[in-house]
């Protein structure tokens, strides 16, 4: 267990973000324990991404405004991708 020393230096950008023009950052208001996110959490999503079984995805009902945290599956027809999650940050100590 350690910690780099170069961590003074850290560009948070070009760490976690592989496509700047499609990632976005949403802060969620309400626990997902299903989803094991808590009120808080800070989702890094990028569009640019297909889901994959089994990525968090953001998603919207084909007719409908409402932005909804799943699982991805499939079979998901009636769904529209918003984006995928690659990062959550949290914070441990409040």
Known sequence: ????????????????????????????????????????DI??????INPLVNDLTVVTEVDGADIQLIRWVNNQT????????VNVIRQVKK
Not at 5 to 31: K, Y
């Open 1 to 40: 267990f350690g910690i780099d020393s170069s961590a003074n230096g850290l560009d948070l950008n070009r760490l976690l973000v592989s496509h700047p023009n499609s990632t976005f950052f949403m802060r969620l208001e309400n626990d997902s324990k299903d989803l094991e996110l808590n009120a808080g």
């Open 43 to 48: 989702l890094q999503v990028d569009r640019s």
């Open 78 to 85: 009636e769904i529209q991708v918003w984006g995928v999650v």
